[in-house]
């Protein structure tokens, strides 16, 4: 026995020579420590998705998204109305009333029309040559350059399918002359609306996000 060995140690411990038994630390320690490392991994990944499902059921995230949304969409400025043209009304309008159809009193019978319908009634007669059997149409309305952005557009309220015509006159009453396709002005209700949209046009729409 080697003077190296310890005392109660033979057989395969016994030393000799530069040969030295290998003392192994218990492998339970190990064992220990790596199941409790995985223990907290697990019980960390557990309450990090119980935490997101809480969000996702509670509305917590769609309210962040919202939000998020929100953030980047600017409130759009109050619709305003287009300021409404300077049209007369229809008793600043004169019309003059003429026939060019075939069928006789219409132009009496519509020129009271208008009258009652707040329109002042000028001349009343057939159609001049020029027109007479020549408006194809509902009606014709003729009259000076200005009328277009005046009385064009009020008197047209009164009369669907009517076409407009300029010409050189220096007065602002304007000429209705009844095509052969007439057959009533428009009715009152429909006249009216339409004079009221015409003088309040409608507000434009609001952007939206």
Known sequence: MSMLTPPGMGGKYRITGDVYPRMRRPHRRR?????????????????WGTLQLVDVFSGDAGTKAAAGKRTDCKPAPAPTAPAAAALPKPAQITVNVYNATPRSGLAKTTADELAKRGFKVGKIGNAPAAYDKKVPGAGLLLGATAATKGAFPVLGTQLAGVTTRTDTRATADVDLIIGTAFKNLSPKTTAD?????????????????
């Open 31 to 47: 064992r220990i420590v790596l199941a409790a490392t995985a223990a907290v991994v697990v019980l960390g990944a557990a309450g």
């Open 193 to 209: 609306a339409a004079l009221v949209a015409l003088t309040k046009p409608a507000p434009a729409p609001t952007g939206k996000c």
